[in-house]
């Protein structure tokens, strides 16, 4: 009986994946050499994609009931093991991060994709701190990214301020404008919560690409200064007063690079200390009283007000980092590069390596960033790889691939909690 539910689930699965790979995947218009289009099918592209929606389905029935439960098992052993797995994994990707540049047959390429992975750690540990932590759902954690960017931008440009100086006051601004979007939003909550910090996120875009005075519309602004390494430019010529020249190096374009890698890499580290610093501490608490339960929260008499904005602010100070450094990195910054799927994709990231999670925001960060760039051959199958993986871990994991945490306080000996045993299911 169980057998014949299942296919029958999966059967019409395979005829809703068939309505939609059908006009998606099956057919296909191409430029012909006359200029023309013209229309290409692909049936058996279609056909294998519907075979595997039919049999990843069936097995997915079968494993896990129709009613979609996993068969009740207990959850002490995994989350012991996924424990010990935390561990080990954080000084394993620590002592990598700060080796890699010296790994033989490591490129330019992978530094920069070891730089791209590390601004998106550092973004998903500063959106974890509001939604991880406080349990603030924000859709316009982009809009932070981008006051940071700017502020380093305009700043360097009419200021003629440094980089070092510019870093931490793009952080202020950033937190400043963290604040203004915390105080319109102490009322709302889930949904209505999402929809407002989605349209803070694109008034800031629009803003950015409207005034054209200020920001240069959707030119954006080029020229951005480069940092130095404590007043030593790093340039191609060589000579006295340079990076190669007062270190005695050949003059190299990877140098800036592996400066500008290490950067991010101590941006994040400090990203990840002040909120483990943070968590520890009364604020950290009243965060994840705030998110298990705000009406119990109250009766406690936190201060639900100065939590909350003390989460956005925070938040959006670790944005306003990143968008300083991406702005120096790239010399280059338009609104094109702070649309909401940024925003979408660092969200996924913390959801993805699960709420609260500092070392699974960087697993998934490492995962969805890094692995997007490797398998970028694949071309139009990247993303439906990408999507299709996405969907696997969530149904095995549906709290992230690190559900478990250890209690930041506790009256006895600490044990790890798994996120099935807690109100909102965060871990």
């Given amino acids: 009986m169980r057998l014949q539910l299942a296919l029958k689930d999966a059967l019409v699965g395979a005829v809703v994946a068939a309505l939609l790979f059908v006009p998606l995947v099956a057919l296909r218009t191409d430029v012909g050499s006359t200029g023309a289009l013209t229309l290409r099918y692909r049936w058996t592209d279609a056909a294998i994609l519907i075979g595997l929606v ?14 979609g439960l996993r068969p009740s098992t207990s959850a002490g052993p995994w989350t012991l093991r996924l424990q010990r797995l935390g561990k080990l994994a954080a000084p394993a990707f620590l002592a990598v ?14 530094l920069d994709l070891g730089i791209l992975v590390l601004t998106y750690v550092m973004l998903g540990w500063g959106l974890n701190i509001v939604v991880g932590l406080a349990g603030l759902l924000d859709l316009g954690y982009v809009a932070f990214y981008a006051v940071g960017a700017y502020s380093y931008a305009l700043l360097a440009q009419y200021f003629g301020l440094s980089f070092w100086v510019c870093l931490p006051l793009a952080g202020v601004l950033a937190a400043f404008w963290g604040i203004l979007l915390g105080f319109p939003v102490l009322r709302l909550r889930g949904d209505y919560l999402a929809i407002v910090t989605l349209a803070f996120g694109e008034i800031i875009r629009v803003v950015l690409l409207n005034w054209v005075s200020l920001t240069g519309g959707p030119n954006g602004i080029s020229g951005i200064p480069r940092p130095s390494f404590f007043g ?11 990076f190669a020249g007062f ?36 604020l950290g608490r009243a965060w994840e009283a705030l998110r298990e339960d705000e009406i119990a929260c109250r009766a406690l008499g936190i201060n639900v007000t100065v939590t909350k904005l003390t989460a956005f602010a925070l938040g959006a100070m670790f944005g306003g980092f990143a968008g300083a450094f991406f702005a120096t990195r790239q010399a280059f910054i338009s609104p094109e590069s702070f649309t909401f799927i940024e925003s979408a994709i660092i969200l996924a990231i913390v959801v993805l390596g699960g709420l609260g999670s500092q070392i699974g925001v960087a ?19 990247r993303m439906l790889v990408f999507g299709g993986a996405m969907v696997v871990i969530m149904v095995l994991r549906p709290r992230g691939l690190v559900g478990t945490r250890t209690p930041s306080i506790a009256l006895g000996k600490r044990r790890a909690i798994d996120g099935k045993l807690v109100g909102e299911g965060h871990g």
């Fill in 97 to 110: 991060a700060l080796v890699l540049p010296a790994i033989p047959g490591i490129d330019r390429y992978w």
């Fill in 232 to 242: 030593l430019p790093f340039s191609m010529a060589g000579g006295e007063g340079t």
């Fill in 54 to 67: 039919f049999i990843g389905r069936l097995a997915l029935v079968l494993w896990m009931g129709r009613d």
């Fill in 247 to 282: 270190f005695g190096l050949e003059p190299s374009s990877t140098h800036r690079v592996i400066f500008l890698y290490y950067l991010i890499l101590a941006l994040a580290l400090l990203t990840n200390w002040v909120t483990i610093r943070l968590r520890r501490q009364p």
């Fill in 363 to 381: 697993i998934a960060a490492l995962a969805l960033i890094g692995g997007t760039e490797i398998f970028r051959d694949l071309q139009e199958w």
